[in-house]
């Protein structure tokens, strides 16, 4: 008997795994999406998304959904059709005494053998667990205070090669609709970390080509002015010296592109349609709440687009787009992407953007 329940069980599991890989993407049950939030559906094998109703909002990768190792970051209200992505975040942790880091996008999976980028997968808490089901994902928990929403997630990435075991908490809030939180954390099974860094690594669809930062601006054809390559150029460093101060003691990396209407550009013929850049001009940002004195903006940069010859329009653009300091649980970063001018979120920054920022 107990060796019939065994067969019965492992064919059971067969059966779950064979509709798992029959069921693609676009047959999970759309978000449900209220008056402020975006959040998967209950009960039912769900698209993993999270965010504003009316602005910014995240998802990971699902079934057939490729690239992984990446949180794909949606803004419908610069004009975009649904799901489309206008960039992406990656997890890239380097253990203490080491220089390389871990790349949740291009190491292959060890859950998903034969895969390359790692597997994320949802939690409505920071209960670090393998026993997931991507097609069940967490709803998230929405929380009120001071009569203002939040809606938090947390996202969880499979060990990497080099041993770290990592995850964020994503939160939005009711009033910020154009970004989220990123807070990082390590398991306690995980190796000692330097840094994990949370990189936007696709800066160059939208071609942001500017850094505005505390004194001074600097171009991307400024940093890398002869290179023609088809790789991604040396890394570029600033200090927490060099960026922009908020009076609450947040530090902002702001990047922004330098066309006027970067809808209108021109295309080499071969470019391929993912990276032709629609809708509304848009300024990018990553802000530390809790800037270390080591903190730096780095970003480099691409001369064609990724995995092709196709040359950008206009020329050099930025890459990744990224913070780094010394790891600490509880590191908290900002990300958005805001139809403000870079000049109007640099002053508003300045004047104190957050002096009611949530803790």
């Known amino acids: 008997m107990k060796n019939i329940l065994i067969l019965i069980c492992y064919f059971y599991a067969l059966s779950l795994n064979a509709q798992r890989s029959e069921l693609k993407f676009h047959e999970l049950a759309a978000p449900d999406t209220g008056r402020l939030w975006i959040q998967p559906a209950k009960n039912k ?64 999976s060890s859950m998903d053998p034969g895969i390359r980028g790692k597997r994320f997968w949802s939690s409505n808490d920071s209960g670090y667990s393998t026993n997931n089901n991507e097609i069940y994902p967490a709803r998230g928990i929405i929380e009120e205070k001071n009569g203002k929403q939040t809606l938090t997630v947390y996202i969880f990435c499979e060990p990497f090669d080099n041993g770290a075991k990592v995850y964020v908490r994503l939160r939005f809030f009711e009033e910020r609709p154009y970004e989220f939180e990123l807070t990082s954390y390590a398991s306690e099974e995980s190796v000692s970390l330097d840094s994990f860094i949370l990189t936007a690594t696709m800066a160059n669809k939208a071609r942001l080509r500017t850094l505005y930062l505390k004194d001074y601006k600097k171009v991307s054809s400024e940093i890398w002015p002869d290179y023609r390559g088809d790789a991604f150029t040396p890394h570029a460093f600033f ?121």
């Open 45 to 108: 094998p769900a698209m993993a998304i999270w965010g504003h109703a009316k602005g910014i909002s995240v998802a990971i990768p699902q079934q057939d959904i490729m690239p992984r190792g990446l949180i794909r970051i949606f803004t419908p209200y610069l004009d975009h059709m649904p799901h489309v992505v206008t960039n992406f975040i990656a997890m890239e942790p380097i253990p203490a005494g080491q220089e390389h880091r871990g790349l949740s996008e291009l190491e292959m």
């Open 239 to 359: 200090s927490i010296k060099d960026m922009i101060h908020g009076p609450e003691g947040h530090a902002y990396f702001i990047a922004a592109p330098n066309e006027k209407d970067p809808s209108k550009a021109i295309y080499a013929a071969d470019t391929h349609q993912h990276w032709k850049y629609t809708g509304k001009k848009a300024t990018q940002y990553w802000i530390s709440t809790t800037p270390d004195e080591k903190l730096q903006g780095i970003v480099n940069g691409r001369y064609t687009y990724w995995a092709s010859q196709s040359p950008i329009p206009g020329g050099i653009s930025f890459e990744n787009f990224e913070m780094k300091q010394p790891f600490k649980n509880g590191n908290r970063y900002i990300f958005g992407i805001i139809p403000d001018s870079p000049e109007e979120f640099k002053k508003q920054a300045l004047k104190g953007r957050y002096h009611n920022y949530n803790k």
